[in-house]
């Protein structure tokens, strides 16, 4: 590599997870962050009666969020109705929201339900709503197993964030 021009990454938000050393937090992340009153720090966007909306930390793709039960619950065929309707209604708006400020060419949304289904978090139910544009996987994760994410996760934290309140006040009666 001598003599060669090098290039950077910068990805400022794994240090918190490299200086852990991804030790894993007592208790359900899900449900600590719930129990604070930090929703930006948290990335927490929404608070609904029986779900809330969640960043994921170490996302796939920018705009990676999470919707779950505010009940700790692992399993689909424990959640009430009340969930299962607030779940899905959010996912609506989120739906909406992130096609507004992202314009995404597409989503993926669905559940890993169990460790071996891929589930990082398995004993607390949630539904993952990533979006897609058309040529987002390149060389970096091919080659160098590397996603690169090009916006920091708290501009997209406030972007969505706004576009969700703008969803939110104009369905209200």
Request: glycine residues 10%; aromatic residues 6%.
């Amino acid at each position: 590599m001598s003599g060669e021009k090098r290039e950077n990454l910068w990805a400022p938000w794994r240090i918190d997870y490299i200086k852990g050393g991804g030790a894993k937090e007592k208790g359900c992340i899900f449900c600590n962050r719930l129990k604070e009153d930090k929703d930006r720090e948290n990335l927490i966007l929404v608070r609904g009666d029986h779900s809330f909306v969640i960043m994921n930390r170490y996302p796939y793709n920018n705009g990676h969020l999470m919707v779950t039960p505010n009940r700790h619950v692992g399993d689909i065929l424990k959640l009430e109705s009340e969930e299962v309707l607030e779940i899905f209604s959010l996912l609506t708006v989120l739906k909406e929201a992130i096609s507004k400020s992202m314009n995404p060419s597409g989503f993926n949304i669905g559940m890993n339900l169990g460790r071996v289904a891929g589930a990082g978090i398995d004993d607390h139910l949630h539904v993952h709503i990533v979006p897609r544009w058309d040529g987002d996987t390149n060389f970096m994760p091919v080659l160098g197993e590397v996603k690169v994410i090009s916006e920091h996760i708290l501009s997209t934290y406030d972007i969505i964030k706004g576009e969700i309140e703008k969803i939110i006040d104009k369905e209200k009666p």
